[in-house]
């Protein structure tokens, strides 16, 4: 009487290994379709920042191009401002001292406008390098949102299969189902 008392435990045993097995394996192969939902999810993000970044870089550009120009104009008016400071006082605006101040303020001038722009260029470029960064991330994101939910799964019906292999090993070892 013993004997069908433990060979019905050892079977109930099997049958739960067996069962915790499957729902071992349907809540992997959920849990990776959820994990390659949030990727895909992740990826899209990035790569909505990635053309916002690239957005923003050209807003800087044009900005530069405008503050470049800007410089320009400021620079324009003050030789002018100087050129006619220079004739009330009676001076030769266009040759001597004064031609050379002239020449100066136009070098500087132009030498602060590149500059300008040379600052936004930067701004510009640290934005396309985040804009890079954005897509890199994207990429892989994208790649890891491709997983097999089936790797998961088959890999907890492996184990449990395993498991269930070993118990009866056991089992037959220990002559529980003689």
Same mark, same amino acid.
């Given at each position: 009487?013993?004997?069908?008392?433990?060979?019905?435990?050892?079977? =109930?045993?099997?049958?739960?290994?067996?069962?915790?097995?499957?729902?071992?394996?349907?809540?992997?192969?959920? !849990?990776?379709?959820?994990? %390659?939902?949030?990727?895909?999810? %992740?990826?899209?993000?990035? %790569?909505? @920042?990635?053309?916002?970044? @690239?957005?923003?870089?050209?807003?800087?550009?044009?900005?530069?191009?405008?503050?470049?120009?800007?410089?320009?104009?400021?620079?324009? !008016?003050?030789?002018?401002?100087?050129?006619?400071?220079?004739?009330?006082?009676?001076?030769?605006?266009?040759?001597?001292? *004064?031609?050379?101040?002239?020449?100066?303020?136009?070098?500087?001038?132009?030498?602060?406008?590149?500059?300008?722009?040379?600052?936004?260029?930067?701004?510009?470029?640290?934005?396309? %390098?985040?804009?890079? @960064?954005?897509? =890199? !991330?994207?990429?892989?994101?994208? *790649?890891?949102?491709?997983?097999?939910?089936?790797?998961?799964?088959?890999?907890?019906?492996?184990?449990?299969?395993?498991?269930?292999?070993?118990?009866?090993?056991?089992?037959?070892?220990?002559?529980? *189902?003689?």
């Amino acid at each position: 009487m013993c004997v069908p008392l433990v060979a019905g435990i050892a079977i =109930a045993g099997l049958v739960m290994t067996a069962a915790s097995t499957a729902v071992a394996a349907y809540s992997s192969y959920q !849990q990776q379709k959820s994990a %390659n939902a949030a990727a895909q999810y %992740n990826a899209d993000i990035q %790569n909505r @920042n990635a053309q916002v970044a @690239n957005m923003e870089a050209d807003r800087i550009d044009q900005q530069g191009d405008i503050a470049a120009k800007q410089k320009r104009l400021e620079v324009a !008016q003050m030789e002018g401002t100087q050129r006619a400071t220079g004739a009330a006082s009676g001076m030769l605006v266009d040759s001597g001292s *004064f031609g050379n101040i002239q020449s100066d303020t136009a070098g500087y001038g132009e030498l602060d406008a590149l500059q300008t722009k040379t600052n936004y260029s930067l701004q510009s470029w640290a934005k396309r %390098n985040q804009s890079a @960064n954005y897509t =890199a !991330q994207a990429s892989l994101d994208d *790649f890891s949102s491709h997983t097999s939910p089936m790797l998961g799964a088959g890999a907890s019906l492996l184990s449990g299969a395993s498991r269930m292999a070993s118990q009866t090993y056991t089992a037959e070892k220990d002559g529980t *189902f003689s």
